[in-house]
Nanobody
Framework: QAQLYESGGGSAQTGDSLTLSCTAS????????MAWFREAPGKGREFVAA????????WYGDSLQGRVAISRGSARNTLLLQMNNLQPEDTAVYYC???????????????????WGMGTQVTVSS
């Protein structure tokens, strides 16, 4: 099973930008789906963005629509999440996830992923 390590979280002010990074172990096939989810205090885990491993098409959830971009890093086993114009409601633990397949099926659902990182905290203050 893939091992995932997130980094790049921290404290930000309203309107700031942050880039989160996720590095997957070498056991992660490069054409599997990878995604970001987040979990705010008292709320369930929410889909943020994903990359379809077969065609590299990006999918985005509604919460950060227009303010977020998902991409591969310079190494294919690295996944980036660029977040812009951060708001206090973006405060959450952000998790990287990897599926064991590529394609659009369940790409935006928790159940579509079998490997999860430990998460990185993002705190946005006004």
């Amino acid at each position: 099973q893939a091992q995932l390590y997130e980094s790049g979280g921290g404290s930000a002010q309203t309107g700031d930008s942050l880039t989160l990074s996720c590095t997957a172990s070498s056991r992660t096939p490069s054409n599997n789906n990878m995604a970001w989810f987040r979990e705010a205090p008292g709320k369930g885990r929410e889909f943020v963005a994903a990359l379809n491993g077969l065609n590299e098409i990006a999918w985005y959830g509604d919460s950060l629509q227009g303010r977020v971009a998902i991409s591969r890093g310079s190494a294919r086993n690295t996944l980036l999440l660029q977040m812009n114009n951060l708001q206090p409601e973006d405060t959450a633990v952000y998790y990287c996830a990897a599926a064991d397949y590529g394609g659009s099926y369940d790409i935006d659902r928790i159940g579509g992923y079998t490997a999860w990182g430990m998460g990185t905290q993002v705190t946005v203050s006004s």
